[in-house]
Nanobody, 123 residues
Framework: VQLQACGGGLVQAGGSLRLSCAASGRTFIRYFIGWFRQAPGQEREFVSTISQSGGRTAYADSVKGRFTISKDNAKNMVWLQMDSLKPEDTAVYYC?????????????????WGQGTQVTVSS
């Protein structure tokens, strides 16, 4: 599966952004889709993931209650709604796909990665 993320931009603290991840391929429904982010000089970190059916989701503690992941299998799309953004959310955000049946927050468990989209939150 090939992935492409978009929707990043510059926003003030407290604002919102909605990231999109478009997937190609008829096997999209097989995959967990995850969002990760990487700030300059830091390791890539888990943000959120959603199961094949959309029935299971998981979030990093740092974004819980502020970010919401959703998907539409018919459209091969996953979204990350980010509200109440903070300067520490500034990073390049990536979507990734994982062919499995368990929730995972480990970047190494994901097989396919899209290009990142930059999110910058000003204070």
């Amino acid at each position: 599966v090939q992935l492409q993320a978009c929707g990043g931009g510059l926003v003030q603290a407290g604002g919102s952004l909605r990231l999109s991840c478009a997937a190609s391929g008829r096997t999209f429904i097989r995959y967990f889709i995850g969002w990760f982010r990487q700030a300059p000089g830091q390791e890539r970190e888990f943000v959120s993931t959603i199961s094949q059916s959309g029935g299971r989701t998981a979030y990093a503690d740092s974004v819980k209650g502020r970010f919401t992941i959703s998907k539409d299998n018919a459209k091969n799309m996953v979204w990350l709604q980010m509200d109440s953004l903070k300067p520490e959310d500034t990073a390049v955000y990536y979507c990734a796909a994982r062919d499995g049946n368990r929730v995972s927050s480990q970047a190494g468990a994901y097989d396919s990665w899209g290009q990142g989209t930059q999110v910058t939150v000003s204070s």
